[in-house]
C-alpha cells in the first residue's frame, strides 16, 4: 500500500521561509515523477513543483525563484524549500506521486499540510 506522509506545513510572516517534507512508503518512488500541489480555500488545486525520475524539475510561474523542490532516495523523502513567502502562498500543500509530467494526473496523494503566511 503506497502512502505518503507531508510535514513541516505552519504559520510564518511574509517574507519567511518554510520547508515542508514528505515521506513516501510502499514502492521504490525513485521510479516515479513526484510533486508539490497547493489548494487555496475557494480556488482549484494547483501545481506548485514537481521532478521527475532524473531530477528534472518544474515550477509554476508563480513561485520561480523562491521554492526548490528535491528529493533524498535514500530517505525515500521529497522536501519543498519555500522561501520569501507570500500571502498569496497560503494554502493546503499536497504532495503527489506516480503522474504525468508536469503537473497532470497523479495516482496518489497526501493528506496535505496546511501553510498559512499573513502579511
Excluded: H
Amino acid at each position: 500500500q503506497v502512502q505518503l506522509l507531508e510535514s513541516g506545513g505552519g504559520s510564518v510572516q511574509a517574507g519567511g521561509s518554510l520547508r515542508l517534507s514528505c515521506v513516501a512508503s510502499g514502492y521504490p518512488y525513485s521510479r516515479w515523477c513526484m510533486g508539490w500541489f497547493r489548494q487555496a480555500p475557494g480556488k482549484e488545486r494547483e501545481g506548485v513543483a514537481t521532478v521527475d525520475s532524473n531530477g528534472r524539475t518544474k515550477y509554476a510561474d508563480s513561485v520561480k525563484g523562491r521554492f526548490t523542490i528535491s528529493k533524498d532516495s535514500a530517505k525515500n523523502s521529497l522536501y519543498l524549500q519555500m522561501n520569501s513567502l507570500k500571502p498569496d502562498d497560503t494554502a493546503m500543500y499536497f504532495c503527489a506521486a506516480d503522474g504525468d509530467w508536469p503537473f497532470g494526473e497523479y495516482n496518489y496523494w497526501g493528506q496535505g499540510t496546511q501553510v498559512t503566511v499573513s502579511s
